[in-house]
């Protein structure tokens, strides 16, 4: 099965700074690359996504990158602010007809304001 | 607006004892799935179901089993809690139909098996 693998745990930045959290992923047949954001005590949430037809793409200060000969992936934050603490997640998704993603452990990010 | 939601947000349960856990959605999504969530092992796959009576195993089922009579609803069962199996577990629905199939979670149950 998808193995993925995310680095690093933990990340603490200075606001302002960017932030970049890496994932690999085993699986070739994976297609689709979600990031989710899961802040203290709250559910995860979807905030962006790459398809494996797109190699990046942006959503304001958030961005993803997508390598599929090497098989990993990533998420760029640009000029942090401390509301972007939280718990960020990558999955990947390969399975049968519906996307069952397997997620990667975690990287808890905290700004520092 | 999806809401997922599950029957408890903490649970205390004695080791041995039988528990249900209840999660709920009202976007009549056909996929729903059961996690838990340990620090450092982010968010693991237990069980989903992909349609009414249909379950499928995910990457640790030992020790849980699951219900579905309704599309609405998937019930995660401990037939036998262990303290091993202390934990969040949250629940999470999602349909086929939308592009993006985002997965909607709902608020999570942190269980405690003493």
């Known amino acids: 099965g998808e193995n993925v693998e995310q680095h690093p745990s933990t990340l603490s930045v200075q606001e302002g700074d960017s932030a970049v959290i890496k994932c690999t992923y085993s699986?070739?047949?994976?297609?689709?690359f979600p990031w989710y954001k899961q802040e203290l005590g709250k559910r995860p949430q979807l905030i962006i996504d790459?398809?494996?037809?797109?190699g990046e793409k942006k959503d304001q200060r958030i961005a993803v990158t997508l390598n599929k000969t090497a098989k990993h992936f990533s998420l760029h934050i640009t000029e942090t602010q401390p509301e972007d603490s939280a718990v960020y997640f990558c999955?990947?998704?390969?399975?049968?007809?519906?996307?069952?993603?397997?997620f990667g452990r975690g990287t808890s990010l905290i700004v520092h304001p | 607006d999806v809401k997922v939601t599950q029957s408890s947000r903490y649970l205390v349960k004695r080791t041995g004892e039988k528990v249900f856990l209840e999660c709920v959605q009202d976007?009549?999504?056909?996929?729903m799935f059961w996690y838990r969530q340990d620090p450092g092992l982010g968010l693991r796959l237990i069980y989903f179901?992909?349609?009414?009576?249909?379950?499928e195993k995910g990457d640790i089922p030992e020790g849980y089993s699951v219900s579905r009579e309704k599309k609405e609803r998937f019930s995660l069962i401990l037939e036998s809690a262990s303290t091993n199996q202390t934990s969040m577990y949250l629940c999470?629905?999602?349909?086929?139909?939308?592009?993006?199939?985002?997965?909607?979670f709902g608020p999570g149950t942190r269980l405690l098996v003493l």
């Open positions: 999955a990947a998704s390969s399975r049968g007809g519906s996307y069952i993603p397997t």
């Open positions: 699986d070739s047949a994976s297609n689709y």
């Open positions: 999470a629905s999602s349909s086929p139909r939308d592009r993006r199939e985002t997965q909607y």
């Open positions: 790459i398809r494996s037809n797109v």
């Open positions: 179901s992909y349609d009414v009576k249909m379950k």
């Open positions: 976007m009549d999504h056909e996929n």
